[in-house]
């Protein structure tokens, strides 16, 4: 065995945890690091064109694959560059290690040339971060930042590492296991817990399970499925949660919250049993959080203590992983027998209740002279496979997405929910493609958002990424003119979009296709034509310029309290 | 309602700030701070003094478990334990009250540990009520300055069946 560098450690490093795909940018702090990356045939680099793109890039992957995304940049403002996506990947619970370049340890502290704290800068945005000072550390914190990234409530790690430290020599060995006693995620619910929230939902009439990212991040749609049927159990999920359970069951009532649909708002609100799983209470969900689920008994299955009774006062906690203590719930029910019999009696009422919901509001728009982007969205569900993802941008592309796309599988629609960053979109898109390359990988994003990103179009023409970027044009900052609508007497500041690039040309320019679509006749023709293009495709439907997103519940108000139309 | 919570952390650079970060970043109260190594030098304590309701003091708890480098995070509130905190107080001497300072600091059991011919400085530990109530007795005479610690707490050792106070 003989001494390597640091750099190389890095990428044994890289090796040891599986590590196929880097999304970066490179820069003079990690230089070696580059060098190193070059000769690993093994890891695919794939180049951004800009930092946030490389880190947006690594969430979507994570999302879209389930493993840990994993970003390279350089210090300073390299690092500085990632802090969106890392907080971004921070709120909606992502595993991923971002790698930074520092300045020479002897420099840190100095204002050297592209220094920055990005550890001081991160540390509130990140589950965990690490400046490695010394190479004999470096294996062991590449490990525990991959292990720490992907256990318990699974998060966003940073490692920070100073040029010496990557020429530095060493003999290489990784750790076989992590030891931290400080660290020591629940896995397992309280069985004790795990009875008693069965029996809570035995005893009641009015069930409904709220369902989160948790879920998903869990692996944990299956058995939440079994479970959901096995007592005939509604259920809505957030805007993370969509995919977790059918959207096409019957017991679906499909995202609740503040553009969710009238069934799942109303149920919410009628219930005598809220299961809680893999969810936190976000304020988009709840509207006025006294009235949120007033007459219910709140059972609580999280696996991060600190979401439970952070927001709203929960009756039943459990500290566990979704899957597992599902499992256990699930167990139990089988157990229970007679008892199931009765509730599944017992519930029919409710449901009934929940049906006529469904069918006096459905999710609607009415149809005009205009493309609406309703339309495109409920069309692109309809002419695209099962398996393909979805991205989204953020505002109201993304809750017409989450309203008329049905997501029958989790894993399949990555969204920024929790941050609500614009420019998410194309560069998830981006990090999806490369985890699934046979897959059809689709950015429903609006003129607003496409912008903050569009220089990854290089990217996807770049690495072939057939990714289709469908371009909700309504000439606005949609979401924002919506509620200057509503609640600003229609005083648009700032929010029309007057100049917009020629996207035709743009997509063009960078090497891409581009397919205008100013008519409703044409919208079919449009996404069949686009999906049938090899390469990535700009899609730039021209839609109706002010429509809103309904059912809308404003900010503040409980959310039976709906916007209609 | 007053707490004070010991958190029991790796002695690393960083982990204050860790700890700073999440009390402001989520717009907890810290009343006082003290921080040093352990017998472990390996790990340091930390002692919070923080207030808010109950639901406020669940979720410090959580969130400062949630923390990486933390250990161990406990709550004094219904234990047994001792708190001191020490005062380092700078007081008006003129003639006519100098013998009176030195009265007060004798029936508080504070040291005087400068002297000059306008002013004493004296130090005292006690628990807060004790340094508040020092504070008040002195408050009259002038004080010119003082300077406390945040608060250094250790849970009673049970004598028997009984905790012994002393």
Redesign the interface.
Known sequence: MKKISGANAFIEALRCEGVKHVFGYPGGAVLDIFDAIMDAEDIEFILSRHEQGAVHAADGYARASGKVGVCLVTSGPGATNTVTGIATAYMDSIPMVVFTGQVPTHLIGNDAFQEADI??IT??CT??NY?VKNISDLARVVKEAFY?ARTGRSGPVLVDLPKDVMKDTIFFKYPDNVV????CPTYKGHPGQIKRIVNLILKSRKPVIYAGGGVVHANASKVLVDFARSMNLPVTTTLMGLGAFPSDDPLSLGMLGMHGTYAANMAVTHTDCLVAIGSRFDDRVTGKIDEFAPKAKIIHIDI???S???NV?VDLPVVGDSRMVLQGMLSQVKDAGDEVKVLLKGIKPWLKRIDAWKKEQPLRYSKGKAIKPQYVVEMIDRLTPDDTIISTEVGQNQMWTAQFYKFNEPRLFLTSGGLGTMGYGFPAAIGAQVAFPGRTVIDIAGDGSIQMNIQELATVVQYRLPVKVMILNNGYLGMVRQWQALFYNKRYSHTSLEISPDYIKLAEAYGAEGIRVTEPSEVEGAIKQALAIEGPVFVDFIVESEEDVYPMVPAGAPINNMLLV | MRHAISVLVDNEAGVLSRVIGLFSGRGFNIESLSVAPTLDPAKSMMVITTSGNEQVLEQIKKQLNKLINVIKVVDFVGKEFVEREMILIKVKAKEETRAEVLRIADIFRAKVVDVSSSSYTLALTGDKRKLEGFIEILHPIGIIDFIRTGTVIMEREMHGRRKLKV
């Open positions: 550890v001081g540390r509130p589950k965990h400046l720490i931290m006693d400080s660290y991060d203590p600190t439970i009774s952070k006062k």
